[in-house]
């Protein structure tokens, strides 16, 4: 039975020591000349958000006037100043406990098809992955991201249909894994009628979690026997 396994990028597969609210500030420096300022920043919370919902957020907060014709630009840029910080992201970031080794195992099991699904923008989801070598066991032309659509809980069935267009697998919901750390990314997972994995590597703990009832609550990855058996079962 083909599996279709969709991870998100921060928190879940790796830490990044907060280079995401950087590139964002120098992407913003770039577009309009200035930075938000430090308690514009302390009430933007990026975890499980698109890109595009993240970067509508702060220009509102900054009181750009037609924010949404300042976007294209801000994303584009967020893309030219996060690939400019692949270095810097390699060096101080790094993979979450059981993440090589699960998804090593994952790419070699049979029928299983698995990329992101995140609402980091399509390039830079390939940069986070690819500073940590993550990216040579996910397929991420079949992934689903913040680019294509601004609202995560429209994203399962965007990857679904790109699994069958361009890999010729027919998947259904239920033979799909949403794999996450946040409220969001269970959202998604209800919204696609997908099953959800949430793992506490993210800013939320397990008992901040708990409530969701996602079908696997877990602190990490760590235990990659139990959680490869489970997504391949």
């Known amino acids: 039975m083909a599996r279709l396994v969709l991870w998100d990028v921060d928190g879940t597969l790796i ?9 964002f500030d120098r992407a913003f420096v770039q577009v309009l000349g200035l930075a938000p300022t430090a308690r514009i920043t302390q009430r933007v919370r990026l975890s499980g958000k698109t890109d595009p919902q993240i970067a509508l957020e702060y220009l509102e907060l900054m009181e750009i006037e037609d924010p949404a014709h ?36 994952l790419a070699g099991a049979d029928g299983v098809h698995q990329t992101l699904l995140t609402g980091n923008l399509a390039a830079n989801a390939a940069v986070k992955v690819a500073a940590f070598g993550l990216d040579q066991w996910l397929d991420l032309e079949i992934g689903a991201y913040g680019s294509d659509h601004a609202d995560r809980c429209e994203l399962v069935p965007i990857a679904i249909e790109r699994a069958r267009r361009l890999r010729g697998v027919e998947l259904a919901p239920e033979d799909t894994w949403v794999i996450g750390d946040t409220e969001r990314d269970f ?7 997908a099953h959800c994995l949430l793992v506490a590597t993210g800013g939320s703990r397990v008992s901040d979690l708990a409530h969701l009832e996602p079908d696997l609550l877990l602190e990490d990855l760590s235990d ?9 079962s």
């Open 70 to 105: 300042h976007l294209p630009l801000v994303l584009e840029l967020l893309a030219v100043e996060l690939a400019a910080a692949a270095e810097t992201l390699a060096a101080n970031g790094g993979s979450l406990p059981g993440v090589p080794e699960l998804l090593a195992r």
């Open 187 to 193: 959202a998604c997972a209800q919204a696609g009628r």
């Open 15 to 23: 830490h990044t020591n907060g280079i995401g609210s950087e590139v």
């Open 224 to 232: 990659t026997d139990a959680v490869f058996k489970i997504l391949t």
